[in-house]
């Protein structure tokens, strides 16, 4: 046998598309939106109750639908059951976990931003705006009982490659009523700039 000749020109090319693409491969960091950058985003808002998580296949992913009772609408109008449609979760099996993508525990309130789904094939599929910017877990004060709200984002540290450090980013801690009242007034803003 013959060894294979190698075409010169051939690894050639080949070499000047990696390095041409080596920019391109380095990690993407996004901005973090503010509280009305993603109130705008976001076709609705509502504060709502888990009642249900079921991963289903579709177009060859796990994707995990979960149910929600609509306690308020900040924004829009959802109807009283709503079901959003996060990538990952585990059917049978196989466990697909996909970093960002927020999941429920039945009877957790949360507060959404949520927005259709882009993809064509999920028309009429509700998704949360931004993951785990869009999601605010409530909880109650021990002291007070007073319902408190911390965004995802404020959960988890991100990195800031201007920094080279991990930082916490988003709200912490806030009165409900707190982000409501700033939810409500930059939809009212934002309906008032032509």
């Not at 882009?118 to 109650?140: D, M, N, Y």
Request: charged share 20%; hydrophobic share 40%.
């Amino acid at each position: 046998m013959k060894p294979a000749l190698i075409d010169l020109t051939s690894i050639s090319f080949v070499i000047a598309f990696a390095l041409l693409l080596s920019p391109l491969a380095q990690s993407t960091t996004l901005a973090p939106l503010s509280l009305a950058q993603l109130t705008s985003s976001a076709a609705n808002v509502v504060h709502a109750e888990c009642t249900g998580n079921q991963a289903v296949w579709r177009d060859g992913e796990i994707w995990t639908v979960t149910s929600f009772r609509v306690l308020e609408n900040w924004k829009g109008n959802s109807p009283e059951e709503i079901q959003v449609w996060m990538i990952g979760g585990r059917a049978g099996a196989v466990t697909s976990y996909v970093p960002g993508a927020p999941r429920f525990r039945i009877g957790e309130e949360t507060v959404l931003f949520l927005e259709p789904a882009s993809s064509r094939s999920f028309g009429g599929v509700l998704s949360i705006t931004a993951w785990s910017e869009g999601t605010f877990r409530i909880h109650r004060d021990p002291r007070t009982y007073e319902m408190r709200v911390t965004q995802d984002t404020a959960i988890t540290p991100n990195f800031d490659p201007s920094s080279r450090t991990f930082r916490e980013t988003g709200i912490r801690n806030w009165p409900l009523a707190k982000l409501k009242a700033r939810v409500i007034a930059a939809e009212s803003s934002r309906r008032r700039t032509p």
